[in-house]
């Protein structure tokens, strides 16, 4: 069946460094991509999205490109803040609209 | 976009007990989806509400032990029943995932002693 797979975190950076979450998918068609955070103590939000090859999802100074070639939809961003310290989740939508979720990955970064 | 509201918003529980968890949207909304998230987990779908219909449940959760409501477009409960500390989770509201947004309520921590 359709998977996502992400990178294990804890994830510590200090404030300004560049951000990498991997995540990788396996899915049968064209799945939509996401990726979901969650702050301390809220609840999950959407951060981006893609919905098909090579769409580039960006808010928040994060961005993810949907790599069909190589099954990815890697995080990314130039200069991460504390306030970024968070929980990411790589999703995907199956060809039944249900919600696959990678493990999430928690990002801590320190000033 | 949805604003959903969960509660309660967390709860401590003796073991034998049941907690009803509601999820109110400000929306009409078809599918109403509840995740559990154990701690340092990922969310694990526990079933598809859909409005006047049983609820659909995934494979290792049964009717039994998380009945589910959905008596409208824009309401649900989910009930977890009989409760052991193994329950003690972050029980999540969604509504209408897929190809666009989905949309959680802020989840209902729940601890079994």
């Known amino acids: 069946g359709d998977s996502v797979t992400q990178m294990e975190g804890p994830v510590t950076l200090s404030e300004e460094a560049f951000l990498t979450i991997n995540c990788t998918y396996t899915?049968?068609?064209?799945?939509?991509l996401f990726w979901y955070v969650q702050y301390p103590g809220e609840g999950l939000q959407l951060l981006l999205k893609?919905?098909?090859a090579d769409d580039k999802g960006s808010n928040k100074g994060f961005e993810a490109t949907y790599r069909k070639e190589t099954t990815s939809f890697h995080l990314e961003k130039g200069s991460v803040q504390v306030s970024d310290s968070a929980v990411y989740f790589c999703?995907?939508?199956?060809?039944?609209?249900?919600?696959?979720w990678g493990a999430g990955t928690k990002l801590i970064i320190k000033p | 976009s949805a604003v959903i509201s969960q509660k309660p918003s967390r709860d401590i529980c003796q073991r034998g007990t049941s907690l009803t968890i509601q999820c109110q949207v400000d929306s009409q909304v078809t599918m109403m989806f509840w995740y559990r998230q154990q701690p340092g987990q990922s969310l694990t779908l526990i079933a598809t509400?859909?409005?006047?219909?049983?609820?659909?449940?995934e494979s290792g959760f049964v009717i039994d032990k998380f009945p589910i409501s959905r008596p409208n477009l824009t309401f649900s409960t989910l009930t977890v029943s009989n409760m052991s500390p193994e329950d003690s989770s972050i029980y999540l509201c969604?509504?209408?995932?897929?190809?666009?947004?989905?949309?959680f309520g802020q989840g209902t921590r729940l601890t079994v002693v």
């Open positions: 509400a859909n409005q006047g219909s049983e609820a659909t449940y």
């Open positions: 893609a919905t098909k």
């Open positions: 899915a049968t068609g064209y799945p939509s």
């Open positions: 969604s509504v209408d995932g897929g190809s666009t947004e989905a949309f």
């Open positions: 999703a995907l939508a199956d060809s039944n609209y249900q919600l696959i």
